[in-house]
């Protein structure tokens, strides 16, 4: 293998997962060239890893003119291995267009390109640990199963103008993050909201409330719910920004998403809650405490059913809980 293009996830989390299978894949190969095709939303997860060598982006998997096109450009740099992380009869055929000799990828009912299959690990596997498992199976050794997030130091410095100075000198610096990418997955907004002032009233702690700019909105319903003020960052970064801040805060509180895998990357003391999805698959993991709150005994795993209205796995995680977690996590860090 002297030059690999590797087909990442296209969602935050599943990415920020995969981060140890691109780690071990150099670390094996360490003057192999490594390229990633990945969709424009995770790009910022991956500008300054040293595991990457080249970063190749698309919009839309669907789209037949943006696929030629990225097909005519690895075809011209002469990809001797590629390595699919999740089946696809698209992303093969695009490897086999480019004649890449090597496809490496799961054994699929679907007919795929993929011409170095490997047997499909157990369901209940975790989500990094299949990805890894592509690694083991062709003999590559793994060396860390956490993931990985490279701020450059002026990133890290820039908090100082992203975060006011009343937040900055908080002796406790908590974040809510309320948004997750399916409705099942979200704690109810008035938890969130009784949350907020527990912290703030109990442990005298500053609660900023992130997300995107899509999130605000949601971001101001809490606020509204709250009798204290939180500080809202929702839509003010981008995911690097996000990352850079995470290393400063205390603590980070959130349902299953994306940002949630972010925090364990930069090794923030985390509390996350699950209902629909569970901690086995898709927790986060890293060197920070993490503390895990799973209810759900009533319901299939993962569960879809997008019509369901009661939401009972999340509502389940109460209030006084999830404080409870917080204000051990926090005496924890003090000492």
Not at 65 to 75: F, G, P
Not at 167 to 195: C, D, G
Not at 296 to 321: A, D, G, W
């Amino acid at each position: 293998m002297k030059k690999i293009l590797v087909f990442l996830p296209n969602w935050i989390g599943d990415s920020l997962m995969a981060t140890p299978f691109l780690r071990s894949l150099k670390e094996n190969n360490p003057h192999c060239w490594v390229g990633i095709l990945i969709h424009r939303r995770v790009e910022e997860i991956f500008i300054s890893s040293p595991f990457v060598d080249e970063i190749i982006t698309f919009s839309s998997h669907r789209d037949l003119l943006s696929n030629l096109r990225i097909t005519r450009k690895i075809s011209g740099e002469e990809f001797d291995t590629a390595f699919l992380l999740k089946p696809s009869l698209t992303k093969s055929l695009m490897c086999k267009l480019a004649r890449i000799k090597d496809i490496y990828g799961y054994e699929s009912k679907k007919f795929t390109f993929i011409n170095r299959k490997i047997p499909l690990p157990s369901q209940s596997t975790h989500k990094m640990d299949y990805y890894l498992n592509l690694i083991e199976s062709i003999g590559l050794k793994v060396s860390k199963k956490e993931p990985d997030f490279f701020l450059l130091p002026q990133e890290v410095e820039r908090v100082d103008s992203i975060l006011p100075s009343s937040i900055l000198n908080s002796k406790l610096k908590v974040i809510l993050h309320p948004k997750a990418n399916w409705t099942l997955k979200m704690w109810p907004k008035e938890y969130f909201a009784q949350l907020g002032d527990k912290l703030i009233e109990e442990l005298g702690a500053s609660v900023i409330i992130t997300g995107t700019k899509e999130d605000l909105g949601l971001a101001l319903q809490i606020e509204k719910l709250m009798k204290n003020k939180p500080y809202l960052l929702a839509g003010k970064t981008n995911l690097r920004e996000l990352g850079a801040v995470l290393k400063r805060v205390d603590l980070f509180i959130s349902a299953d998403t994306g940002i949630m895998h972010l925090a364990a990357s930069v090794n923030t003391p985390l509390i996350a809650m699950f209902g629909p999805t569970h901690p086995s698959i898709t927790g986060p993991r890293g060197k920070g405490l993490i503390r895990i709150i799973y209810k759900n005994k009533e319901c299939e795993v993962p569960c879809l059913r997008l019509s369901c209205r009661n939401n009972i796995c999340m509502k389940s995680i109460s209030p006084e809980e999830v404080f409870r977690e917080a204000r051990e996590i926090l005496q924890c860090l003090k000492g």
